[in-house]
């Protein structure tokens, strides 16, 4: 009655021992297969390595100059006029308000809100730069400081990011140009001859002849370029050959060839 236990316990011990087998085969095989895929890793060709990129700070932005001619000057005197800060054309009305008061210095844009019965403002300077307007205008030109210089290129770079300086340079102030410049300017009228934004404004005609008065006076100022001419001494003596040669080379050639001499 023994043999039969004994032959089943040996049947069963196969079992397990296949069934472990059956089991542990796909573990090892993949292990096998880990290996050699690391081995090729190693041994095969190495990948290339980039460059890690390293974070620069920018560098700023050049500064951008716009000449002054007589046209853009008297559109600016002409700005200056309508937004109340022209001052007969003294410096110092790149240093009002609005309200009127005066800033104490021109290394910055004061920033500072002036309240009046009816409205309240932070615009300052000859042309009224808001704040968030010069920040805009300083970054984009790459200029510094407030004064009167740097004030008047941030007025032209404003022309023409309204698409009126191309008008300006025209020398002529018409109704095109001021309704351009209306939403950048309250004072100026639109072609309706309101203000853009509901504000006290310039009448165009008052404007206009601001502007002509203004250009006229300026071209008279420009210097007026003299063609010079220069003048040889005359040739001496007079009866010597190389004077008379130098006559005959004013004559020409075909009046060298009639000479009888």
Excluded at 15 to 30: E, I, K, N, R
Excluded at 78 to 92: L, N
Excluded at 148 to 153: A, E, G, T
Excluded at 176 to 204: C, D, H, I, M, N
Aim: net charge positive.
């Amino acid at each position: 009655m023994t043999l039969p236990s004994t032959c089943f316990r040996s049947a069963l011990a196969l079992a397990v021992g296949l069934g472990t087998l059956s089991l542990t085969a796909p573990v090892a095989q993949a292990s096998e297969l880990l290996k050699g895929s690391e081995l090729l890793q190693a041994s095969g060709p190495s990948q290339p390595s980039f460059p890690t990129a390293i974070a620069l700070p920018l560098p700023p932005p050049p500064v951008r100059i716009f000449a002054i001619t007589a046209e853009r000057r008297a559109l600016l005197n002409t700005i200056r006029y309508a937004e109340g800060t022209w001052a007969d054309g003294d410096d110092i009305g790149y240093r009002i308000m609005f309200g009127g008061g005066l800033m104490p210095s021109l290394e910055r844009h004061p920033d500072r809100v002036v309240r009046t019965a009816r409205y309240a403002s932070a615009a300052a300077g000859a042309y009224q730069f808001m704040p968030f307007t010069w920040n805009m205008v300083s970054r984009s030109l790459g200029i510094a400081a407030f004064g009167p210089q740097v004030q008047d290129q941030g007025a032209i770079y404003l022309i023409q990011r309204r698409g009126a300086l191309a008008l300006a340079d025209q020398g002529v102030f018409s109704p095109l140009l001021a309704a351009k410049l209306a939403p950048e300017w309250a004072s100026f009228p639109t072609l309706a001859g309101r203000s853009f934004y509901g504000q006290p404004v310039k009448r165009f005609h008052d404007l206009k002849r601001f502007y002509d008065d203004n250009l006229s006076r300026l071209r008279d100022q420009q210097p007026q370029s003299i063609a010079k001419v220069e003048i040889k001494p005359a040739c001496a003596p007079a009866g010597s050959l190389r004077c008379q040669l130098e006559g005959l080379e004013k004559l020409g050639p075909r009046s060298r060839s009639q000479n009888p001499g």
